[in-house]
């Protein structure tokens, strides 16, 4: 299979030699030397699979890898130097399909790309739809959101956060896990925040923001988002 890889590697020379394997390999191989550019690059570009290592400046890779599972399904192979069962379980719980502790050989990655690419052909495309909570729709791919047919303005945090909660209707989502998913678009973002946005959100979605349908607050948990009619 012939796919379309974003490669986010900030070492330069590691990234080279990577791209050139894979791209002999038969690939499209789109490099980012930092987790922002990942993230613009992989909601731009919508490849097939993500090579992500997890020390990348700007946004590490678990951040990177935690904001882009909430909007696609996409395949992602986690990088990482750390050898601890608690870091490597970090980025499976952040939604990696699969990860390789460094050092390792160009041939070991291609054989794991290819293990997660037939995944993609048995399956179809990795790519996620619009997601639908009753009258609510996400799109995580062109970034909008409608109430029925009316759209909806949110910002970058608003969404990323929306995104997350619609991807996993009626999940409870700390706001320590919310607040996660805003940092790649506000890194000064804190617990106070999340609420903020949470009443911003409903505003802007619900017929009567006193009495939310949608977004619901679970009392000393966090919030979570449900379809009216449940």
Known sequence: ???AILLAEDDPRQAEILQRYLTGAGHRVTVAGD?????????AGRPDLIVLDVMMPTVDGL???????????VMILMLTARDSEDD????????ADDYLTKPYSPREL???????????EHTGSARTEVLRIGRLSVDPHRHTV???DRPVDCTPAEFAILAAMAAQPGRVFTRRQLLEQTRAVDRDSTDRAVDSHVLHL?????????????????????????????
């Open 1 to 3: 299979m012939c796919a």
């Open 35 to 43: 987790g922002q550019s990942a993230l613009t690059l992989a909601r």
């Open 63 to 73: 951040t990177v890898c935690g904001v882009l599972r909430a909007e696609s399904p």
């Open 88 to 95: 490597l379980l970090r980025g499976l719980d952040r939604g």
């Open 110 to 120: 291609l054989a794991r790309v290819r293990t997660l690419l037939r995944r993609v």
């Open 146 to 148: 409608a109430v029925g």
């Open 202 to 230: 409903r505003r802007k979605i619900e017929t009567d923001p006193r009495r939310p349908e949608h977004l619901q607050t679970v009392y000393g948990v966090g919030y979570k988002l449900r379809d009216a009619g449940d």
